[in-house]
């Protein structure tokens, strides 16, 4: 009941920070549970891979990626695609699956980077139409004003600025955390993209070895 009053004294500005925390807190949550459910092992996948492809178990090594969560597994699928059908430039594949996954992961986080920047503004909005309402009753009552007569637009004043500042700055954390993950999970990929191009490259290598051999 203490917030709701605290809402309804900030006025129209209150409930547009408010909106605003709200979808910042469901960004967040969804993020945070979509990053959790992701996070793999990608040494032990990369691993598994490569002892399974080096049976030529490529629909084995395809099945086991479409059954691992996560942005690494569809980059690593689609590499073994590649690779399997007899495409040369496996690294373009990756750099395309990468168009795809990098952008689902920084999806709706700029929303959040907009909320940490806005919202201190709508709370300085407040503080403003909070001022002027003020000023606006010293002039209409001239000298016969009292500080009960400038307490509802002093209160409003300062009630949005402390609003806009208590989502602006949990925003801006969950936004860098978050960031932070999104990186995480690029540098990852880039790492497995590596061994598993270095792997088709050995193999590649190899064949034309065996054939030379067989020529000779």
Known sequence: MEVYEYISRGGPIMWIILFCSIVVTFIF???????????????????????????????????LCDNTPG??????????????????N??????????????RLEKHLNVMATVAYITPLLGLLGTVI??????????????????????????????????????????????????SRVESFVLEM?????EIIYFFNNRKNKEKSDVISEID
């Open 71 to 88: 942005p690494i597994a569809h980059i690593l699928m689609a590499a073994i695609k590649s690779y399997k059908d007899g495409e040369s």
């Open 190 to 194: 880039e790492k497995a993209s590596s």
């Open 90 to 103: 496996i690294k373009q594949s990756i750099e395309d699956a990468a168009l795809i996954e990098i952008p």
């Open 29 to 63: 949550l969804e993020k945070w549970f979509l990053f959790h459910r992701e996070q793999i092992d990608v040494g032990d996948l990369v691993k598994g891979l490569i002892n399974v492809l080096k049976r030529d178990g490529y629909v084995e090594a395809i099945t």
């Open 130 to 179: 909070g001022m002027m309402g003020a000023f606006r009753d010293i002039n209409m009552k001239g000298g016969m004003i009292n500080a009960s007569d400038l307490s509802g637009n002093i209160e409003l004043a300062l009630i949005t600025t402390a609003a806009g500042l208590c989502v602006a700055i949990p925003s801006y954390v969950g936004y860098n955390f978050l960031l």
